[in-house]
């Protein structure tokens, strides 16, 4: 099982599709949301309808994303994408860890 988390349009990511969010944000910029939305629509191991990945929804999801951690980035002078991918990886193994009946 996949953890997921609830999008402002009431659908879910998973750990990986933030991630994912996370590294084209990374390569392409916060300004470029269609090359994101395209790599998000043409990654292979991703199985959602396209329109869930359009520009406005993955820049909201980022915006969503990197809101926690942009005070953290400034005040210490690191990468806001490092931050991000640390508390959504943080997230994903406190999940795995307090699953009941989890087997590697």
């Not at 953290?72 to 009946?101: D, M, Y």
Request: glycine letters at 2%.
């Amino acid at each position: 099982m996949v953890q997921t988390s609830t999008s402002s349009e009431g659908d879910t990511w998973t750990a990986f599709e933030k991630l994912l969010l996370a590294q084209a944000v990374y390569k392409y910029g916060d300004d470029n949301w269609l090359a994101v939305s395209r790599i998000m629509k043409q990654h292979p191991m991703i199985e959602r309808q396209a329109e869930f990945f359009s520009p406005k929804i993955c820049s909201n999801k980022y915006r969503v994303l990197i809101e926690p951690y942009e005070l953290e980035a400034e005040a210490e002078k690191k990468s806001l994408v490092v931050l991000v991918s640390r508390g959504i990886t943080t997230e994903e193994c406190k999940f795995k860890l307090e699953w009941p009946n989890l087997k590697e």
